[in-house]
């Protein structure tokens, strides 16, 4: 089966993507809640180790840092980089980490899927209710392939205000062998608070599934649902326009799409939005 075909093969069974993405995040989720306490244990350590860090740790950049907590995302960064393979290995059996150029902080190849997973370290003057994806976190329509590869179309993102042409960066599914790969993308949100300088404990994960870019720009038209992307903030200097994903829209497309393990002390319970 060519390219071509194949797309259109997976384009007229949206519910056989879903179940795929569905499966892979139940055990994404699963593999998360079974380390959960491991995880909040290993965030939390390093304000154990303050000494070590403090006198050189990165400071805080951008417009009128507050000056009241550290850069917090290569604490969630490499925590969760480091459980997520733990969980795929343990979990998932014929596992491959294929090389790419781009994508998301964690690639693997299983059966039938290519997944890529983003960790987003989010802090409490961040938006906890959105995910800002680059267009390399995003997978397109990918229309046709040419001499110079898949092709996705642009799409016209419309926020309250402002409006933009978004570029996704990532095929909809990958051809290896001519064994088909759906990509699915995974994002894993760390919400830490801030005690103090350098105190910031890791308050919840959320696991969150954004649709194929089968699903959202073409079959089944998800990007249409209002509210759901929504122009960055650097819609006006740059080039590689980065798009907002709301998580409250996305949780109404289906609730298993954004799942919360919120610790509560020694413990922690699973929250939907
Ligand atoms: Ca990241």
Redo the contacts with the bound molecule.
Sequence with gaps: MNYTETRAKLVASPNELISLEKHYFEVLFQGLQNNAKDIKRDFDASIKLKNFWFRYAPKQRGHKPSGNSLPWGEVG?KVLDAYMYKIIVETLENTQFVGLPYGH?VRFVCDNIFAHL???STGPTDNLDEVVASPNQVSGDGILLDTDGVFNSQMQVQGRNKKMLFQPELPPFYLIDEKIYLTLTFYIKCAYEVISLGNQPLKYIELICVPNGLLMFDTVLYANIQGLLAPGKDIADSEHKRTRIKLNPLAQIANWRCQKIVFEGADFSIVSR
């Design positions: 960064e902080d983003d960790i987003k």
